[in-house]
């Protein structure tokens, strides 16, 4: 067999091909981890992604294959935490509905703790309501212009 740098060719391969190997991310190992670490490694490799593009965009070194991994394993991730849903029986719009409520419940934390105060606002119909009642309560002779004169 031929030799490369003191190895026979089909070792050198055999070692480059485990290598390539070793940075795929199994999915029996992810599906040990519970609910709330798959969505802290989903937001980690979404802000992965982010920096990726932004080096890419600027033209700074970087390696390509670590795209194909951080998306590969985010879809990993997420089919691993939609198969959760589906044992549980939630059905696919109940889950983008929870997920948006919980999104929107964070966010109304954080506001709360900043001292931010929301106020939904009133419908057309309660201010013309409101409007009505202060008017019947003035009564007719307050809308008269130039009567006492």
Not at 43 to 56: G, H, P, V
Not at 78 to 98: C, F, N, P
Not at 108 to 135: E, F, H, N, W
Request: aromatic fraction near 4%; glycine fraction near 4%.
């Amino acid at each position: 067999a031929p030799r490369v740098a003191g190895r026979a060719a089909g070792a050198r391969a055999a070692a480059v091909v485990c290598r390539a190997q070793e940075t795929w991310t199994q999915a029996a190992e992810l599906r040990s981890l519970s609910d709330a670490d798959i969505d802290a490694k989903v937001q980690e490799l979404e802000s992965e992604l982010l920096n990726l593009r932004i080096a890419k965009a600027t033209r700074k070194e970087f390696k390509t294959h670590q795209f194909r991994h951080a998306k590969r394993t985010v879809a990993q991730l997420l089919t691993i935490k939609r198969e959760r849903q589906i044992e549980q029986g939630i059905s696919a719009r109940d889950s983008r509905r929870m997920e948006k409520r919980a999104e929107l419940a964070k966010e109304k934390a954080v506001l709360k703790d900043m001292g931010v105060v929301i106020q939904r606002p009133k419908s057309t119909k309660l201010r013309y309501q409101k409007a009505q009642a202060i008017r019947e309560a003035r009564g007719k002779e307050f809308y008269v212009v130039g009567k006492d004169q």
